[in-house]
């Protein structure tokens, strides 16, 4: 059968609240919420908020200024040129390309062609490093990076998003609190790893997004 992992965590701590790790442990003992798998979609706020980074230190994307919500991205089937190789990607729904559309848009229906625009505008390394300093390490500087190609963990992926609920604030996920003798003294008390990786607007920006997606996506 297919299978599921389900992590859910305090993004304001980085506590595992929840984890599911398969349909049944009898029939397969593999932890699917720490298993690598390429991260697909979910990778593309990364991409928003690369793009929210640049404008706020003051760059342009070009021809096209400031990035806000509304910058319009050509979503038209292209082809990427890459270290001198031809990458010729698909939107999921095979066949339909809405031309030009506001990056709003693009994010709620998750457009492919139109992400990976805006990551070269941005620069794939540019996008590539701020998805590694939230947890993402995998990541490398290509255009498919903006569609998420490249592997990263459920657990991995919830730890991400805490950027975007923190105030640009990366929690590393954990499980484990204390540990403590048969006495009940503390043997070792574990603190969360939080790391400034984004501009708190970028990550207020990047989440008006995201609920746009839920609105209208």
């Known amino acids: 059968y297919p299978q599921v992992a389900l992590v859910a965590l305090n993004p304001h701590t980085g506590q595992i609240l929840a984890l599911v790790g398969g349909r049944n442990y009898g029939v397969s003992q593999l932890n699917h919420a720490v298993a690598e798998r390429p991260t697909g979609s979910i990778f593309k706020p990364f991409v928003y908020a690369a793009a929210y980074n640049t404008s706020l230190n003051g760059m342009s994307l070009g021809d096209d200024g400031v990035f806000t ?6 979503d038209d089937q292209r ?16 066949g339909e390309y809405p031309g030009m559309v506001t990056a709003a848009q693009a994010i709620a229906h998750s457009l492919n062609i139109a992400t990976i625009g805006l990551a070269e505008k941005v620069g794939y390394e540019n996008v590539a490093a701020l998805a590694r300093t939230a947890g993402i390490t995998n990541a490398r500087g290509t255009p498919s990076v903006a569609i998420g190609t490249y592997n990263a963990t459920p ?8 950027v975007f609920a923190n105030n ?3 929690l ?11 006495n009940g003294d503390i043997v070792a008390d574990f603190a969360p790893e939080a790391k400034q990786v984004m501009d708190p ?3 207020s920006l990047t989440q008006s997004l995201l609920q746009f997606v839920m609105s209208y996506g």
Do not use: C, Q
């Open 69 to 74: 919500a509304l910058t319009r991205l050509n």
């Open 79 to 94: 082809t990427f040129m890459f270290d001198g190789k031809a990458y010729e990607p698909g939107n999921f729904e095979k």
């Open 172 to 182: 590393k996920p954990w499980m484990l609190a204390s540990v403590r003798n048969a």
């Open 168 to 170: 640009g604030v990366h």
């Open 201 to 203: 607007r970028t990550a």
């Open 155 to 162: 657990i991995d992926m919830a730890g991400a998003y805490t």
